[in-house]
C-alpha cells in the first residue's frame, strides 16, 4: 500500500504525508523523498547520512504501514515560535496520524523530533511503541543542551537574514566557522 494524503495542523497549515507498507502503524516524522545531489553531497560532508529517511522509509515499510512527514522540514519552512508548544506539537503529530487513520501507531524520531515524541507519549494513549535516538530521554545532559539552544538562538537574532549573507563553506566539522543559517523564528 502507497499513497499520499495531507494533514492539516494545528496552526492551519498543511504538511503531505506518504503512506507506505501494511502492518501496525509506524509515524516517521523524517524526510523520506530523495535529497538533491547538491543537498546531498553537503550533508555527506558535514557527516549526515542523506539517504536516511528514505532508507528507514523503505526499510520500515517491510515490516510496518510507514507513516512519513517532514515535520521539521515543515516547521523550518513554517516556523511557529509564538505557539510551538508540546501541546501544539501533540496535536500536530496526532494530525498526521489521524490523516492516515492511524488510531494506535508506533513513534520514531531523533534529537528533536526524539523530544516531540517523548512529549507525545506523555500526552496521549494511542502510542504502541515510542522509539528515541539521539536525544537521552533520562539523566541527558540537559543544561548543557539548554545552553547551546539560547547560544543559537542568540546568533540568529543578531544574525543578518541568511538569504542577505554569502555564507562562506567552512571546513566541514568546523562547526566554529559555521555560519547560522536559520532564522530568529527558527531557533525560539
Same mark, same amino acid.
Given at each position: 500500500?502507497?499513497?499520499?494524503?495531507?494533514?492539516?495542523?494545528?496552526?492551519?497549515?498543511?504538511?503531505?504525508?506518504?503512506?507506505?507498507?501494511?502492518?501496525?502503524?509506524?509515524?516517521?516524522?523524517?524526510?523520506?523523498?530523495?535529497?538533491?545531489?547538491?543537498?546531498?553531497?553537503?550533508?555527506?560532508?558535514?557527516?549526515?547520512?542523506?539517504?536516511?529517511?528514505?532508507?528507514?522509509?523503505?526499510?520500515?515499510?517491510?515490516?510496518?504501514?510507514?507513516?512519513?512527514?517532514?515535520?521539521?522540514?515543515?516547521?523550518? +519552512?513554517?516556523? &511557529?515560535?509564538?505557539?510551538?508548544? =508540546? #501541546?501544539?506539537?501533540?496535536? %500536530?503529530?496526532? @494530525? $498526521?496520524?489521524?490523516?492516515?487513520?492511524?488510531?494506535?501507531?508506533?513513534?520514531?524520531?531523533?534529537?528533536?523530533?526524539?523530544?516531540?515524541?517523548?512529549?507525545?507519549?506523555?500526552?496521549?494513549?494511542?502510542?504502541?511503541?515510542?522509539?528515541?535516538?539521539?536525544?537521552?530521554?533520562?539523566?541527558?545532559?540537559?543544561?548543557?543542551?539548554?545552553?547551546?539552544?539560547?547560544?543559537?538562538?542568540?546568533?540568529?537574532?543578531?544574525?543578518? +537574514?541568511?538569504? &542577505?549573507?554569502?555564507?562562506?563553506? =567552512? #571546513?566541514?566539522?568546523?562547526? %566554529?566557522?559555521? @555560519? $547560522?543559517?536559520?532564522?530568529?523564528?527558527?531557533?525560539?
Amino acid at each position: 500500500m502507497n499513497y499520499s494524503a495531507e494533514a492539516v495542523l494545528r496552526d492551519g497549515s498543511r504538511i503531505p504525508i506518504a503512506v507506505s507498507g501494511t502492518g501496525r502503524a509506524l509515524l516517521i516524522p523524517a524526510r523520506v523523498e530523495p535529497r538533491t545531489e547538491s543537498e546531498a553531497q553537503t550533508m555527506r560532508a558535514w557527516g549526515a547520512d542523506p539517504d536516511l529517511g528514505p532508507k528507514l522509509g523503505a526499510g520500515l515499510s517491510r515490516s510496518y504501514r510507514v507513516i512519513a512527514a517532514d515535520y521539521e522540514g515543515h516547521r523550518m +519552512a513554517h516556523p &511557529a515560535p509564538d505557539t510551538l508548544t =508540546p #501541546e501544539n506539537v501533540t496535536a %500536530d503529530l496526532l @494530525a $498526521i496520524a489521524d490523516a492516515a487513520d492511524a488510531g494506535e501507531f508506533g513513534y520514531y524520531g531523533y534529537s528533536w523530533l526524539a523530544l516531540c515524541g517523548l512529549q507525545l507519549a506523555i500526552r496521549t494513549d494511542r502510542l504502541w511503541a515510542l522509539i528515541m535516538g539521539g536525544f537521552p530521554p533520562l539523566d541527558g545532559p540537559y543544561e548543557s543542551m539548554l545552553a547551546v539552544t539560547r547560544a543559537a538562538h542568540s546568533m540568529a537574532a543578531k544574525a543578518p +537574514a541568511p538569504a &542577505a549573507s554569502a555564507v562562506e563553506a =567552512p #571546513e566541514p566539522g568546523d562547526w %566554529d566557522s559555521a @555560519a $547560522i543559517q536559520t532564522d530568529e523564528a527558527q531557533t525560539r
